[in-house]
Structures are given as structure tokens and as C-alpha cells.
């Protein structure tokens, strides 16, 4: 089969590493033929990409090639304009024809870095020259004298590095030069402490200045939610003694799949659902949010959380151990608790979301009866903490 009278093979797959990748052979002006990956690991979506770059004129290499004819005239700083901006990265096209798309916070997080600390420095570079290995190098040594964290250098090198294997498909360069420059050495972080239940004890025991800070906290306490989660769930997400657990909220506000990419259901105490929809005052949409069109922010809960930490006298890093308390730590804790009662790794992996898909859909069936381990643990927790 030809596609686009003959300049165009049909999609055909190759495996790389345990994926199979489909790629298509083109043919330019003068009858070369080349080698190109659609990146798509379906024939379906293989053809709907060719079809798109047939549609744009870009079967055989990006726009930029075709009108400077070889990678020597190719000035970098006009190349890497158009990544990661919506509706113009190449980037972001094809993640949407896989069915994988970019969040708006990752799209937006990878344009900072492009503008601040790659195009800056390459702006002026041929695309051969971002192919060698020194010049990637002397740009690491620059970002090291910004006087950047080993860590964030490293986010920087994550944002470079899917534009220049796209450049390797286009056939603009022969490798990435990033994969024989090894990334900075970060130390690993100090483990995150679970709050023990005297600290929610005194927690709870104190005032709050946002109610809905302090619920946001105790929905975290009795299920292990994210603060993502937490900050995504609806009034209607609130049913039959249990929270569905569909949605995670980005720092934007913007809703993503939570992580593990399915549904799942938590139960919970029933003076708490009741709470929650009291403080949603009727109203449908978000249950934690200020405006009612957007969730809360993080920087909002975490804010009075440890305000709240300051007067129970919680402190939120261990001087001997560098162990640090945060919202997370309430995950922590719900998952030591439900260990220590004995419930199954199934339902805890299951409820708090550490699971697999297959699990997940799995417990989505489950009976109430069997999310009674679970809720007879919350009902320990919930005793300790009913004078609060």
C-alpha cells in the first residue's frame, strides 16, 4: 500500500526495547528515500500521523529544513521557537495523536526552561553543531555557573533531550549528544516522615484557621488521597459512605487522571462525608476551593497545615535524622496504620492507590464487605481522634 501517490510507504513496526515503535518510509524530491518514526506504537495511530504530516508538508523533515535546505544553515534559535508551544510544537502534535498528550503544566514548565536556559545559550548554533558532544558539555558547564541545583539542571537536560530525539528522526543530526553526557549527581532526598497518631491527636486538637484546610488534612488522614486528589474531588465524588477518586488537580487548577491513570474508591467515616458536603454548602462542582470555579491552591493547604503543625508544637524536620513531615506525611501514616491492622496488600495497594490498573478496576467491584478491613482500621483511627 502507497499513500499520498507513492511518496509514502504504509507504517511498518520495529521493536525498541519492549515497545514496538511503527515507522514509514518517505521519499524526497530527488528519490531518496528515508527512514522516519511516527513514534506511535499502534497502526492506526502511525497512519493518522502520517496523514497529519502529509497534511503539513512535513513527511520527509520539519518546515525549518525544507526551506534552509541543510542542517549547516539551520540557526538554532528559529528551530526551538515553536516547542513546546501550544498548537506549534511538533512535540506536542504527536503525543496528541498517540492519545498521550502533554499536561498544561508540563507544556508550560518545559517553555520556561527552552526560554531561560537552552535557547539562550544555542540560539546561534548550526544543528550540527548541537550534535557534538563538547558543545552539550560546555552548555552543562554553563547552567552549573547559573548557579543551578544539580537537580534542576537536570530538569533542563529532560526538556533538551525529546527535542534532539525528535531531531534524530527528522534526520537533522545522527545521535543525541545527551545520552553520552552523563547527568549531574543529585543526592538522594531525606526520607519523608509519617505523622504518628499523637501528632494528629494534637493536630486536630488545636484551631485551625481554615476549616477547609483541616478537612483537606483529615480526608488525607482517613484515605492516603494526594493533595492533588484532594484538591480535584467534586460533591459528587462523595457517595454511599466512600470518595471516588477520579480526577488530580494540577497546580493550575487544570484536572488530570490520578496517578496510576484509573478510578478508584476509598471509604470514608460517615461524619466526614458529611462534613465535606457541609462545606460545600449545597452547591455542586469542587468541595475544596475559595472561588468555586477552580480547586484551592497546594501552597493554600500546605500553608495553614503547618501553620497549624507550629501551635500542636510538630515539628517538621528531625535535626537527628533530616526526616521531614508534610501534607505526603498523612499518606505515610494511613499506610503504616492499615499495615499494623493487618489489612491486605491488595486492598491497601488498592484504596490508597499504589495499585496496578488491572488491581484498581478490580476493586472498583469490590463489595462494601470487603472494604470492611479498611473501614474497621479508619474506625481505630477515627476513636483516637473523636475528642478532637
Not at 498517540?98 to 531561560?116: H, M
Not at 548550526?126 to 554553563?142: G, M, R
Not at 476549616?211 to 492516603?224: E, I, N
Request: aromatic letters at 8%; a positive charge.
Amino acid at each position: 500500500m502507497k499513500i499520498k501517490n507513492g511518496r509514502v510507504s504504509a507504517p511498518f513496526p520495529r521493536r525498541s526495547g519492549k515497545k514496538i515503535i511503527y515507522y514509514y518510509y518517505a521519499y524526497d524530491d530527488s528519490g531518496k528515500r528515508v527512514k522516519r518514526s511516527t513514534g506511535a506504537h499502534s497502526r492506526a495511530a502511525a497512519m493518522a500521523i502520517i496523514q497529519d504530516r502529509i497534511r503539513t508538508g512535513t513527511l520527509i523533515s520539519d518546515r525549518l529544513i525544507a526551506e534552509h535546505n541543510t542542517p549547516d544553515s539551520l540557526v538554532l534559535g528559529e528551530y526551538l521557537t515553536p516547542f513546546f508551544v501550544v498548537g506549534k510544537c511538533p512535540l506536542c502534535k504527536e503525543r496528541e495523536l498517540r492519545g498521550n498528550p502533554y499536561t498544561s503544566r508540563v507544556i508550560k514548565e518545559n517553555r520556561q526552561r527552552l526560554e531561560r536556559y537552552i535557547i539562550p545559550f544555542f540560539e546561534k548554533f548550526s544543528a550540527t553543531a548541537i550534535a557534538s558532544v563538547t558543545i552539550i558539555k560546555k552548555w552543562q558547564t554553563w547552567l552549573c555557573e547559573q548557579e543551578l541545583s544539580n537537580s534542576t539542571i537536570n530538569r533542563i537536560r529532560s526538556t533538551l533531550s525529546p527535542i534532539l530525539n525528535y531531531m534524530v528522526e527528522e534526520s537533522i543530526i545522527p545521535s543525541n549528544p545527551l545520552q553520552k553526557v552523563k547527568p549531574l549527581y543529585v543526592a538522594p532526598k531525606s526520607d519523608k516522615e509519617a505523622f504518628t497518631i499523637e501528632d494528629l491527636e494534637a493536630l486536630f486538637a488545636v484551631d485551625w484557621e481554615s476549616k477547609m484546610a483541616r478537612l483537606a488534612t483529615m480526608l488525607a488522614a482517613f484515605t492516603g488521597m494526594r493533595i492533588g486528589e484532594i484538591r480535584g474531588i467534586r460533591t459528587e465524588n462523595i457517595k454511599d459512605g466512600a470518595v471516588v477518586i477520579e480526577h488530580s488537580a494540577e497546580r493550575d487548577g487544570n484536572l488530570k487522571c490520578p496517578k496510576g491513570k484509573k478510578a478508584r474508591l476509598c471509604p470514608i467515616p460517615q461524619h466526614l462525608a458529611d462534613s465535606l458536603l457541609e462545606m460545600a454548602a449545597g452547591r455542586s462542582g469542587y468541595i475544596f476551593t475559595l472561588t468555586g470555579v477552580k480547586p484551592v491552591s497546594e501552597t493554600y493547604i500546605r500553608k495553614h497545615l503547618y501553620k497549624a503543625m507550629e501551635k500542636a508544637g510538630i515539628e517538621r524536620m528531625d535535626e537527628e535524622t533530616g526526616e521531614k513531615l508534610s501534607f505526603h506525611s498523612t499518606r505515610h501514616f494511613l499506610n503504616t496504620a492499615l499495615v499494623g491492622a493487618n489489612v491486605s496488600g491488595e486492598l491497601i495497594r488498592a484504596a490508597i492507590g499504589h495499585e496496578s490498573t488491572a488491581m484498581t478496576d478490580r476493586y472498583l467491584h469490590l463489595r462494601a464487605r470487603q472494604m470492611a478491613p479498611i473501614q474497621e482500621a479508619q474506625r481505630e483511627i477515627e476513636e483516637a481522634l473523636i475528642k478532637v
